[in-house]
């Protein structure tokens, strides 16, 4: 009778049924956006259904995992994984122990090395040998024991590895709170004892008004602390079903069956055990979809930390990079700030709550996040150098600097009224007109920096425009509840001038300001006098420059429309490769930081994610920063903790400490431009030297220098020893038999 209904439920889903494949095996990493593509092409139910956990997809799904036994079988390597007893599936049937038969060819085939090392002869006589104690023989080739550790150190593995983070067990309201499709997002968990009474759209709280519902850009439309917490969505972080389920499901996917991802748990726990087993090939493509079908892909920007663990695990290039921004720019922040911000392990600056990685992301996030700091702090010192222009390579300001030069050298040339030593009338007239535009080019020059500082200190107390603050503070109710949620522009309004330079509005307003011919910065209207001042006092100069009018009195004029253009499109440079960096992904709830990382930044990622890493280690200096430690020393000029060297290339290493490089690196993204900046002491018009603060006081110009594996295999009291290195070694490959045919 049994077989008969399940012969009829076959029939019924065969369309939506793939036939197992003799190379299961998912394509090389070059073609995951086809594969994503073709999973997207894929029909799928109007997400207005609210009855769809009953489609034949899902349905067939739950059907082969409770019946595995009688959908394969005909392998030539038999499966155990025992359950422990008392468990309920979504259709109201208990969870047994599975045994089925799988293919050892499609095992060895996914490059696994714990599959290598499970099928080798050692292993294969320690399970014969335990079947045989418990009186069964089996009639297959190989024979693989799949059951999870219940005690010991590999259970304590697992049990980290395989816990869920809270952002992940609630992400099942993203369905209604951010329009997610509920095929992505709505499933159950694999021990649903609950199945009728599991929500699918947020259950609120009493005291919630419902608003009207506007377009995608109105969106999140439930606060976080509007959502009354349920029973039946409220799963623990670990079940030992849900991690049963997800290994047998990870074997149906090896032997070619359709993979269902219907849950951010389901997910990361497929994830977690891929990496265990060494096959994460396998449902890669699976998940890079997952992860990319909008509008899931905020899951990025929202769950930054689990999204990085899960593109490193399964080496998603473009994923792991575009986590990787975040996280460095939000660690940064605290680097750069001059306290330790409160609860920082908890929550980023802006209130995104954290999750902990394991000590190896960390680390490189941590290398990252000082290396970004030191950036920062370098472009900072530029901006406070009286070499700005020069750095910008702003060529009217480099003429006018070596007309400047031509200038002291005709009067070093000649006599001085004050030297007592003048000859005649002529010589006389000649010093005091030269001494008189000195004394203009001296003007200019302090005005010339005047504007540039007062340029950054109205930049850095700049705000976003308030559509654009909206906008932030919106995409931040995704993750921050009523209680916590603090107005961006009132968070930024603690930022020191560092800080600043890690948030899109500094840079917009700056690249504005010399052509916001309405705004208080407007470059004509501060310069105008003493650029005609100059040019006046020039003109009746230039017969007395180089011993008598070799020089073109126009072409050596200061052109302030010219210096104007040139400054505009420097900074505006500045802007650009600052805030509009090539993203791998879309990233849309992160807008309020900057996420343009650089080459110099990217390096800790490992080769296959476009770093430098190699596992030698050859990245990292012998002393690992300490990222969280704040400024230190008294005083309004301060230097920072332990950090990292950084150096004018990402691959050429240097030994200089950041006050001693003699760079400034002005661009991020994909490449970096370093220029000479000469960065020396400026000087305040009285002519007294300042140094370098980043606290929220008055700007001065200065100087600035600045994944545990857990074993599978247990040792049970049958009397053999446990093997805990899961190092394969060439003979165990070799003694690997060929699978029968």
Same mark, same amino acid.
């Given at each position: 009778m049994f077989s008969q209904q399940l012969a009829q439920q076959r029939a019924e889903s065969q369309e939506l049924l793939p036939p197992p494949?003799?190379?299961?095996?998912?394509?090389?990493?070059?073609?995951?956006i086809d594969a994503a593509i073709d999973q997207l092409l894929k029909d799928q139910p109007s997400q207005d259904d609210a009855n769809y956990v009953s489609k034949a997809r899902e349905k067939s799904d739950l059907t082969r995992l409770l019946h595995v036994h009688v959908e394969c079988n005909d392998g030539d390597t038999l499966v155990i994984v025992n359950f422990p007893s008392g468990y309920l599936s979504c259709g109201r049937e208990e969870w047994i122990s599975k045994r089925f038969c799988v293919h050892s060819e499609r095992l060895l085939a996914t490059g696994s090395k714990v599959f290598a090392n499970l099928l080798s002869p050692k292993k294969q006589a320690r399970f014969q040998k335990r079947l045989e104690l418990a009186g069964e023989t089996v009639p297959k080739k190989f024979i693989i024991d799949l059951t999870p550790s219940t005690e010991g150190d590999d259970l304590a593995a697992q049990l980290i590895e395989l816990s869920l983070p809270p952002s992940v067990t609630d992400w099942w309201t993203s369905k209604e709170r951010l329009g997610i499709s509920p095929y992505l997002v709505s499933g159950h968990d694999d021990h649903c004892p609950h199945h009728d009474e599991v929500p699918i759209d947020c259950v609120k709280k009493t005291s919630y008004i419902e608003q009207e519902?506007?377009?995608?850009? %109105?969106?999140p439309t439930i606060d976080l602390g509007d959502i009354e917490t349920t029973k039946s969505r409220n799963i623990d972080d670990y079940c030992p079903i849900r991690h049963r389920v997800n290994i047998v499901r990870l074997l149906l996917a090896i032997e070619g069956y359709d993979l269902v991802l219907n849950s951010a748990s389901r997910v990361y726990t497929l994830t977690s055990i891929a990496g265990i087993l060494d096959c994460t090939r396998v449902i890669r493509d699976s998940v890079y979809t997952w992860l990319l079908e909008e509008p899931n892909t905020e899951f990025i920007d929202i769950n930054a930390e689990v999204a990085f663990k899960i593109a490193w695990t399964l080496e998603i290039d473009s994923i792991t %990079?575009?986590?990787?921004?975040?996280l460095v720019v939000e660690k940064a922040l605290d680097t750069l700030a001059a306290?330790?911000?409160?609860q920082k392990d908890r929550y980023t600056v802006f209130g995104r709550p954290r999750v902990d990685l394991p000590d190896d992301l960390q680390t490189v996030v941590q290398y990252a996040a000082q290396r970004l700091a030191d950036r920062v702090h370098q472009t900072l010192a530029m901006f406070k150098s009286d070499q700005f222009y020069d750095v910008l390579e702003i060529s009217e300001y480099r003429k006018f600097a070596n007309v400047g030069e031509i200038i002291r050298t005709a009067i070093s040339t000649g006599s001085s009224p004050s030297s007592g030593r003048s000859t005649s009338k002529t010589d006389f007239i000649r010093d005091k007109i030269l001494d008189r535009l000195l004394d203009s080019f001296s003007t200019l020059y302090t005005k010339l920096q005047e504007y540039k500082d007062k340029v950054i200190q109205k930049a850095m107390y700049s705000e976003a425009v308030y559509d654009q603050q909206s906008a932030y503070d919106r995409n931040r109710r995704c993750y921050v509840e009523h209680p916590r949620r603090i107005p961006t522009s009132l968070i930024t309004n603690h930022f020191t001038y560092a800080q600043h330079l890690l948030t899109p509005w500094f840079w917009v307003h700056l690249a504005s300001y010399p052509i916001d011919f309405l705004g208080p910065c407007y470059l004509v209207d501060f310069l105008t006098l003493y650029v005609d001042d100059f040019n006046d006092k020039l003109t009746k100069a230039t017969p007395y420059l180089d011993g008598g009018g070799s020089y073109d009195e126009l072409a050596i004029r200061f052109h302030l429309e010219d210096f104007r253009i040139e400054l505009h499109a420097a900074l505006a440079k500045l802007w650009t490769t600052w805030t509009k960096p090539e993203l791998e992904v879309p990233l849309t709830r992160t807008e309020h930081i900057i996420l343009a990382l650089s080459e110099d930044e990217f390096q800790y990622l490992p080769l296959w994610a476009g770093g430098l890493n190699d596992g030698s280690g050859g990245v990292f200096q012998p002393t690992v920063p300490d990222a969280d430690l704040g400024p230190i020393g008294p005083g309004p000029?301060?230097?920072?903790?332990?950090?990292?060297?950084?150096d004018t290339s990402s691959i050429c290493q240097s030994d200089k400490t950041p006050g001693e490089v003699s760079t400034a690196t002005l661009t991020a993204g994909r490449s970096v431009n370093a220029v000479l900046s000469n960065i020396g002491p400026s000087t305040v018009p009285d002519g007294t030297s300042v140094s370098v603060s980043d606290s929220r006081v008055s700007f001065t110009p200065a100087a600035s220098t600045t994944g545990s594996t857990a074993t599978l295999d247990r040792d049970d009291s049958d009397g053999y020893e446990s093997d805990d290195n899961d190092d394969i070694d060439e003979e165990a490959w070799s003694q690997v038999e060929e699978p029968l045919t």
């Open positions: 494949t003799s190379d299961p095996t998912p394509a090389t990493r070059g073609s995951l519902l506007g377009l995608r850009e %109105r969106l %990079r575009a986590a990787f921004r975040i306290q330790p911000p409160a000029a301060y230097r920072t903790g332990n950090t990292v060297a950084t």
